[in-house]
């Protein structure tokens, strides 16, 4: 990918079953391996959680599992949402989103380096959720020829009209009037300004950003 230059990576170490982590534009990020006898020949599931999740969740713990099981290698990478060394937890609600949609996609990207610097030949991309979507968005960007296959899993898609209804469904007001106030501020210069007490995602009355 275009930005891949520009990535500074630092790779902690020679890859070993359970946790794994390196250092990508300033921040750690983590992930589970889990190896088998055909490590690093065989190939490597490199999995992405959903919405605000992480990487111990149970489905993707129990897809490891499996996986493992049947002579399957897999790397369930837990996404950084912005926050360094993230824990494999759910995203506090008290905490105000820094994070955006796109952010996974170079994660992604950038975990696929970590495992050819692990001298990995064979790579199937597997997401959850957001993370089918977001893994999706990094295939259509520019696959790399490492890529063998990709698995989306209940992918997460999206239409305006379908995100409104659920937003006013799950909080009781009307989406329109927060988008517009969002607007506003970025016509007005101010678009790193947060939108404090604003309803975001599962995260009700949050401090969110406007370019989410």
Known sequence: MKWLPLLILIFVGAAQAGEVSFKYNGMTLRANLEKTDNWPKGPVVLMTHGTLGHNRME??????????ENGVNSLAINLSLSLNNRNSTMYDCAVPHTHKHTDAIREIAAWVEWLKFEDVKNIVLLGHSRGGNQTAWYVAADIDPIISKVILVAPQVWSADHAAKDYEKRYGKPLQPVLDKALSLVKAGKGKQFLKHTDFIYCKGNYSPLSA
Do not use: D, G, K, N
């Open 59 to 68: 489905i993707i713990s129990t897809l490891q599992e499996l996986f493992r």
